[in-house]
């Protein structure tokens, strides 16, 4: 089973729709989570952490369920901008050593039409 | 307040040759990540840094690749007699500590390796 599952898309969405991804991981001592956007070509970008009381940033809201080992990001009103793979990442923080690493999952692909 | 900084952008090897990638990690952060991105795939944890120190390089093939972060400069990727299966993008990351938000890591620019 692989640390960090998400359905790869692509969503297809006309501009100002809502859409949500969703994330599974799979060590329940994962102890920081992210969500990340990478443009075609481009490097990763921190978009917010996700903590457990759920948190919002503008348009975005993720929330975490640490009872199911999931992680969701919401987008409302969505922008041609907002086309991009958005990475659901975890960090096991000091769980066996690991400390700062980062594990991906492979994006899910966000395409907003006019 | 500058980002991370990596160098070359581009850079292009022959088979056997060796690559150097270099990380400059943000102002005032001193933890520094390597990742590997593979055509079409997810980014792979290499090995991560602090001055002087490797703290974890669990994901670093156990042949030909090194890393360091010196006192002094940046930190270095060495990739000795690359073969065309070393052809990625390597993307370095920085954060300020590891735990709290401080272990939210950003992101350079990356290096694209191509191995002909």
Redesign the interface.
């Known amino acids: 089973r692989k640390e960090v599952e998400q359905d790869p898309g692509p969503f297809n969405v006309p501009e100002g729709a809502t859409v949500a991804f969703n994330c599974t991981y799979s060590n329940s001592a994962s102890q920081?989570f992210?969500w990340y956007r990478q443009d075609c070509?481009?490097?990763?970008?921190?978009l917010m952490?996700v903590y457990s009381s759920g948190n919002e940033d503008g348009r975005f809201t993720a929330q975490l369920n640490r009872a199911s080992q999931y992680i969701s990001l919401l987008i409302r009103d969505s922008k041609l901008s907002d086309s991009a793979t958005y990475?659901c990442v975890v960090?096991y923080?000091?769980y066996g050593?690991?400390?700062?690493?980062?594990?991906?999952?492979?994006?899910t692909k966000l395409s907003v039409k006019p | 307040n500058a980002g991370v900084m990596q160098n070359p952008r581009h850079l292009v090897r022959r088979r056997g040759q060796e690559a150097r990638l270099r990380c400059s990690p943000m102002k005032g952060h001193s933890?520094v990540?390597w990742?590997r991105q593979l055509p079409e795939?997810?980014?792979?944890?290499m090995v991560?840094l602090q001055k002087e120190n490797i703290?974890?390089e669990?994901?670093m093939p156990k042949e030909r690749f090194s890393a360091e972060f010196p006192k002094e400069g940046p930190s270095i990727l060495r990739i000795q007699q690359v073969v065309r299966g070393d052809s990625a993008?390597y993307?370095c990351?920085s954060?300020p500590g590891?735990?709290g938000?401080g272990?939210?890591?950003?992101?350079?620019?990356?290096t694209?390796l191509t191995v002909t």
Do not use: W
């Open positions: 920081s992210f070509r481009k490097e990763p970008k921190l952490s990475l960090n923080g000091d050593g690991s400390q700062g690493n980062l594990i991906f999952g492979k994006g | 933890h990540y990742y795939e997810g980014l792979k944890f991560y703290i974890d669990s994901g993008a993307f990351a954060s590891t735990s938000t272990n939210e890591q950003y992101f350079g620019p990356g694209r």
